[in-house]
């Protein structure tokens, strides 16, 4: 159980475009989503906090017009990156929270994201 | 302020030898404390985890780790190294359950895990 699965693992744009990411958690409901961003040979950076049917709370530094977060339903939250970049290439990961077990994230296999 | 601080940034451990990880923390108060590694290109999975009670935890693949309060610290063990265990292992803490904080982790830098045949 607690699977978390995201979609697409990877994908490459061109710069300028805009590419969505989806969160879902398979086999529970999950109130809260986060999202990371992981550069090569470096640690998880929390950029936002996603609470179902209420805006996400970015971390300092996190432009919330550039990535913008959904949480529509209790098993599915999206990322897009707007106007992507290349310094927005990156390792994009999700993880879901239960709403049952509050202590423990389970996280998705991540998405690499290249923008041309 | 609050951190986590794995100073190892790689080990190299030949397999059938031990394995210890360290992982020291700066927090308010004695938070949860994770152990999760992440094989290449992939997503996190959780080794184990500590809240409360026993300071050595069990946790998936053989793996245990030991809270000590003392030290701040919540080293990673592994009395025998499998091939299979090379990845990267990260360190998390988080907030106590009934806290105002939304539940987010904060993550040590990582250690490298290579393993000799």
């Known amino acids: 159980g607690a699977v978390v699965s995201q979609h697409p693992s990877r994908v490459i744009c061109k710069s300028g475009t805009s590419v969505k990411i989806e969160c879902r958690s398979l086999?529970?409901?999950?109130?809260?989503m986060f999202w990371y961003r992981q550069f090569p040979k470096k640690s998880l950076m929390l950029m936002a906090t996603?609470?179902?049917?209420?805006?996400?709370?970015?971390e300092q530094g996190v432009e919330k017009d550039k990535f913008l977060i959904n949480h529509a339903s209790l098993t599915l939250s999206t990322l897009t990156v707007t106007s992507a970049h290349p310094e927005d290439s990156s390792f994009y990961i999700c993880?879901?929270?239960?709403?049952?077990?509050?202590?423990?994230?389970?996280f998705g296999p991540g998405t690499r994201l290249t923008v041309l | 302020a609050q951190s986590v601080t794995q100073p190892d940034i790689h080990i190299t451990v030949s397999e059938g030898a031990s394995l210890e990880l360290r992982c020291n923390y700066s927090y308010g108060a004695t938070p949860y404390l994770f152990w999760y590694v992440q094989s290449p290109g992939q997503g996190l999975q959780l080794l184990l985890k500590y809240f409360s009670g026993d300071t050595l935890v069990q946790g998936i693949k053989g793996f245990e780790a030991e809270f000590k309060r003392s030290q701040s610290s919540f080293n990673l063990r592994k009395p025998s190294v499998h091939w299979s265990d090379a990845a990267e292992y990260f360190c998390?803490?988080?907030?106590?359950?009934?806290?105002?904080?939304?539940?987010?982790?904060?993550f040590g830098q990582g250690t490298t895990l290579q393993v000799k045949p």
């Open positions: 993880s879901a929270r239960m709403s049952t077990r509050a202590d423990t994230q389970y």
């Open positions: 086999d529970f409901q999950a109130t809260t």
């Open positions: 996603s609470n179902e049917g209420s805006k996400a709370t970015y």
């Open positions: 998390a803490v988080g907030p106590v359950r009934g806290s105002s904080n939304t539940g987010k982790l904060i």
